[in-house]
């Protein structure tokens, strides 16, 4: 029995001529009678401590006991293979490991593989091949050179077994996927004159596995005292005809079951099993068939009833499904009693990766993405915003850009397309670049769809732009192009020679203030009229200008003269000249 101890401690020396050893042996008697005691009541033997100090001071030392496992347990019978199981030893010295013996009559055997020399880390084992007859255990515990033994097990009856071990009481029944079989799978266990043997574990595994499924509960059981197995909560996961179960135990020769089958569970989603559909755009379901099939929450595919799919693009507006291709638009199919699918096409107008879904009420739905091309180009669409600018004679309006698209508006770009330019105006410039040079056509292209280009024109108003291609359908977009800065003055309304005298002219005398390419300038500006001896006027020769344009409706020739000329000027705008005139 091992002891710890705790040395002395050397008290502090005091000054003396010389140095006292004292060396002491101490046997505790007491603490020997006591360990003596405990030793006879629980079997172990007595414990002492020899330890040698040197100065002046105290010493202690603490034992303890090894403690003997507990609670050996085994059957009460077997058909030679005896399941053993204690607990541990208690108290604060824990055992190196454990060895079993088994006791049969005056005799005894080591068991589980163990001796002194190959102890069990753990607090069971199983003693295999043991003969027929009735047997106890006991299970010693190890701490270097001590030991402590148990008690005694109870006995168990290991008996011969009879030429068929195992046989299944009540068969597996068909049964529904992932649920559990009913009635119950049992199994007997019988000895020798069919006498029913109890604490044999029986496990079942499958036998002929005919839809590659799991089974799954609880799949090892023991014999009660009536020598039977029950196994209430097994289940197979995977449909199939033919299933059989195996059931086996140590020592016994397996037996099979008859074959059962399993069938689907309920339906409990949707699967589209076809690849993605891919292609142009249409306004025509002609893509696929899309499949999409009902299966149970274990992957069977599920054939009873009839069930309506719901179908959905996440193109709303555009997309289209039909039961065949190009066939008539409907929003639904139905998977017929007996099968597990269903097929329908789609087909969008949008081109892009709309996601379909396939739905029924109370199921798990399924998604799938579509990939939708363009079709081939038939128009021209100007995608920009109308351009507005000033009168130019460099094209700087813009960028205008033109797309080529497809019947459904969805931009193509397959090839090059040579576009012609033109406008309703005929003083208009294009340019690939603002400012740049004067072309009359563009490209859009092989991998684009758009070509962009500026505008320019020297005459105000709201013309018209055409942009063309061969085999396409025409764009146009009005542009609005406003007067440059005012420049100078310009008379609309000339007098018409000859005149009278002392009359107002007729028609009146106007003047426009006008930029540089003649286009009238929205202004105010002050303009005065004046002549050149001898040549007369009179009248009110200054005019505010109203939106340009100032008339001077009194403005009369006086005398009689010849070859004059009307002068119009206004600030720091160029003057203009009337055509000449003479008076009658």
Not at 61 to 70: E, I, K, N, S
Not at 390 to 414: C, E, I, K, Y
Request: a positive charge; charged letters at 5%; aromatic letters at 4%.
């Amino acid at each position: 029995m091992p002891a710890n101890r705790t040395s002395s401690t050397k008290a502090p020396r005091v000054p003396m001529a010389g140095l006292v050893l004292l060396e002491r042996s101490a046997i505790r008697c007491t603490a020997i009678v006591a360990s003596l005691l405990m030793a006879a009541l629980v079997g172990a033997p007595c414990a002492s401590a020899f330890w040698r100090s040197v100065g002046l001071g105290t010493g202690s030392a603490v034992t303890t006991l090894l403690a003997a496992p507990t609670a050996v347990t085994v059957p009460s019978t077997s058909l030679g293979a005896v399941p053993v199981s204690w607990t541990a030893s208690a108290g604060s010295i824990t055992p190196t490991g454990y060895y079993v013996t088994r006791i049969t009559g005056s005799t005894t055997a080591a068991a589980c593989g163990s001796s002194p020399a190959a102890l069990l880390a753990s607090t069971s084992c199983t003693d295999n091949a043991v003969p027929i007859g009735t047997h106890s255990y006991i299970v010693t515990a190890v701490y270097r050179s001590w030991t402590a033994v148990s008690a005694a097990s109870g006995n168990i009856t290991v008996v011969l077994p009879a030429s068929n071990q195992l046989a299944f009481a009540q068969g597996p029944s068909n049964a529904i996927a992932g649920a559990a079989m009913s009635p119950a799978v049992t199994v007997t266990v019988q000895s020798v004159g069919l006498v029913p043997v109890a604490n044999v574990p029986v496990t079942l595994t499958l036998g002929n596995n005919a839809g590659a499924g799991t089974l799954s509960g609880t799949v090892t059981a023991s014999t009660n005292l009536l020598g039977v197995a029950t196994f209430s909560n097994l289940s197979i996961d995977k449909a199939g005809s033919g299933y059989t179960l195996t059931a086996s135990s140590p020592g016994l020769t397996t037996v099979s079951s008859a074959a059962f089958n399993v069938t689907p569970a309920a339906a409990k989603t949707l699967q589209i099993t076809t690849v993605p559909v891919s292609g142009a755009a249409s306004a025509t379901a002609n893509l696929g068939p899309i499949t999409v099939q009902r299966v149970d929450a274990y992957g069977n595919l599920v054939t009873a009833g009839n069930l309506a799919v719901g179908l959905s693009s996440s193109a709303a507006g555009t997309g289209t499904f039909a039961a065949t291709a190009g066939g008539p638009a409907v929003t639904a199919v139905t998977i017929p009693n007996g099968s597990s699918a269903a097929s329908f096409h789609y087909g969008d107008t949008k081109a892009g990766t709309p996601t379909l879904t396939a739905s029924s009420t109370g199921l798990t739905g399924a998604s799938q993405a579509a990939t939708i091309t363009a079709g081939a180009a038939t128009k021209l669409v100007v995608i920009s915003a109308p351009v507005t600018g000033a009168a130019s004679a460099s094209a700087t309006l813009g960028p205008v850009t033109v797309q080529r698209q497809d019947a459904f508006g969805n931009p193509t770009t397959a090839g090059s397309t040579t576009l012609l330019l033109s406008s309703s105006s005929g003083t208009t410039i294009f340019a690939a670049t603002s400012g740049g040079t004067a072309m009359t056509q563009a490209t859009i292209a092989a991998g684009s769809s758009v070509a962009s280009f500026h505008y320019g024109d020297t005459k105000a108003g709201s013309p018209t732009l055409t942009f063309s291609a061969t085999g396409l359908t025409s764009a146009t977009q009005t542009t609005t192009v406003t007067a440059a800065p005012m420049s100078r003055l310009k008379f609309v309304g000339q007098p018409v020679t000859p005149v009278d005298k002392n009359f107002p002219f007729s028609p009146s005398i106007s003047v426009e203030v006008v930029d540089q390419f003649d286009n009238r300038v929205d202004s105010t500006a002050s303009i005065t009229i004046t002549t050149v001896a001898p040549c007369q006027i009179k009248g009110t020769a200054v005019h505010t200008a109203v939106a340009g344009l100032a008339t001077f409706a009194d403005l009369q020739p006086q005398g009689a003269s010849s070859n004059c000329t009307l002068t119009a000027t206004s600030g720091t705008l160029a003057a203009a000249n009337s055509s000449v005139y003479s008076t009658k």
